[in-house]
Structures are given as structure tokens and as C-alpha cells.
């Protein structure tokens, strides 16, 4: 199977492709830059016709502004680049008649849950741009995979870590802080609570789905083995660096942050309908971003 990536320089992209590959898998990745074939979703002539020649029979499509300030400073750009840019790519998808398309979605359409872990059928209650954005992304999946038979799945996945991930990221910045023994503060005391795995397990998920005919027409909820709160993955972190870093314990930011958001998943579906267990687990996943972090990146 040959598959398009789109979003293929951030770093789910990069530790997907590589993973892919690694599987016996060739990838055609694609971004706005970096990448033999680049250029903007958004530009038809790219996307109809210098993506339309290449050849492949999958997609993963990850490209999105993931940025929530961004979002919220500008929503024309998040919805043309998150939701026209999906659309653009569903429809080379349907003329290019492939196998499967992956559309990666987000936890964000959950908003904050009422109740936890968080299944597939749990109501979405989207707050920002960027969370409206996948929620009208997924209808659009869905769309077509109903009116033109296209066989779409998609990913909703919580908090994504590992190699090439942004310096302003939480675990980066625990293990680059952890690495020098400087303090870490943790605001409303660390008790926002999530399910962080290594971008490694999202590739082995969607290597899954690409080869499951079970996947088609289905979403899934992605998350690491087990919640974890903020503070929680800092004392992990400091652990695995055998750092002296001291936590220091701080109040919230703001009103709207003073009760802790708590979002965790149940990932039964994505176990019983393919078979799906983690490549990697959460210290295991941390190791290999720290040795990364600390050769120098």
C-alpha cells in the first residue's frame, strides 16, 4: 500500500511516515514545505493536479492549524485551511478511488467531558474554532463516505507526544526543564488530567486501519494505556531524567481554569474491533523523547 500523508512535517506526520515505512509501507508525504511534493491544500491546481498525478492508494490527512490561540485570533483562516482543506482532500481521495482515508479528528469535539473515560457515541460539545473545525470535518468525512461510498475512518486522539514535538509542548518543555534541574510550575496545581501516548502508537493505530476492512465508516477514540494528570507526567518525567527539579505547585491562570479539565478515553473500540494493543507504553514512550531531546534537538 502506498500512502499520502498530508501534514507529514509536524511531528505526528514525521513519526508516522517513518513508521509507515519501517512496516514495509512507502508513503508520499506532503506539507507546505520540506517535501518533494509541497504546497497548499487550498490550491486546487496542487492538490487536482500535482497530487492527483502522484501515485498512491491511501490517505492520511493530518494538515490542520492545531494552534487553539491561532484559531481564536483568526477562525476564517482555521476554517479554510481545517475544514476546505479536508473537503479539497476528500475529493482527490474519491477520484483517486482509494482503498482508505484516514481523516485525523481530535478529543477537542468533546469539549470538556461531564463524564469520563470518553466513548465514540459521547456527545460533542466543541468550545473554540479549532474544536467546531474537526467537528465539521468528521461530517464532512462522513458525507462522503455515505453519498459517494468513500471508505473513510476517523481518529479523535488526546495528547500526542515524541521526537520532533514543538518546544512549546508540555513535555517538551518538562524534559528540556528536567534536563537542566530548573523548577517546574504547574498551574492549578497540575490536576488537569488527560491520556498521553507517543505519536509511535498513533502510527501503529493507523497502520491498523488502513489494513482492516472492520475500520471503514467507523471512528475511533484514541489515548494512551490509562489517565494521567499533569502532575503526574511531570513527576514521570523527572523520574526518567533523574532530575532535582522541584515542582512548584501554582494556583490557575484564570477563573476558567480553576476547575481542572479531566478528559480520558475508553479505546475498547479500536481493541475489540482491530485487534489494537500499545507499541509503546507511557515511561517507554518519554525515554525515547527525552534521548531525543538530549542528543541535541
Not at 19 to 30: D, K, N
Not at 140 to 162: D, E, Q, Y
Not at 280 to 285: A, F, H, N, Q
Request: proline letters at 5%; charged letters at 25%.
Amino acid at each position: 500500500m502506498k500512502v499520502l500523508v498530508t501534514g507529514a512535517s509536524g511531528m505526528v506526520g514525521r513519526n508516522l511516515v517513518s513508521y509507515l515505512e519501517e512496516h514495509g509501507m512507502s508513503t508520499v508525504p506532503t506539507d507546505l514545505s520540506g517535501w518533494d511534493l509541497s504546497g497548499n491544500l487550498l490550491d486546487k491546481d496542487f492538490v487536482f493536479k500535482t497530487l492527483a498525478e502522484a501515485d498512491f492508494d491511501a490517505v492520511i490527512h493530518l494538515a490542520a492549524i492545531t494552534e487553539i490561540k491561532k484559531t481564536i485570533e483568526d477562525p476564517r483562516m482555521c476554517f479554510e485551511v481545517n475544514c476546505v482543506g479536508t473537503l479539497n482532500v476528500l475529493e482527490l481521495a474519491r477520484r483517486k478511488e482509494v482503498k482508505r482515508i484516514i481523516c485525523a479528528s481530535s478529543a477537542n469535539v468533546f469539549g470538556a467531558p461531564k463524564t469520563n473515560p470518553v466513548s465514540e457515541d459521547s456527545p460533542f460539545d466543541p468550545r473554540v474554532p479549532y474544536d467546531y473545525s474537526k467537528v465539521i470535518c468528521e461530517n464532512l468525512a462522513m458525507s462522503f463516505h455515505r453519498t459517494k461510498g468513500l471508505p473513510v475512518s476517523i481518529t479523535r486522539s488526546w495528547l500526542l507526544f515524541g521526537e520532533f514535538d514543538q518546544p512549546s509542548s508540555a513535555t517538551i518543555r518538562f524534559i528540556r526543564a528536567c534536563l537542566k534541574n530548573e523548577p517546574l510550575t504547574l498551574f492549578n496545581e497540575g490536576r488537569d488530567t488527560t491520556s498521553p501516548s507517543h505519536a509511535v502508537n498513533y502510527a501503529k493505530l493507523a497502520m491498523s486501519i488502513l489494513t482492516s476492512e472492520k475500520a471503514v465508516g467507523q471512528a475511533f477514540n484514541f489515548g494512551g494505556e490509562r489517565a494521567v494528570s499533569v502532575r503526574e507526567l511531570a513527576e514521570t518525567v523527572r523520574r526518567l531524567t533523574g532530575s532535582s527539579s522541584e515542582l512548584t505547585l501554582a494556583p490557575p491562570r484564570s477563573e476558567l481554569e480553576k476547575e481542572p479539565q479531566i478528559s480520558y478515553p475508553t479505546t475498547d473500540k479500536m481493541k475489540s474491533l482491530l485487534g489494537y494493543s500499545h507499541e509503546l507504553t507511557l515511561e517507554e514512550g518519554l525515554s525515547r523523547t527525552i534521548e531525543w531531546v538530549r542528543s541535541g534537538a
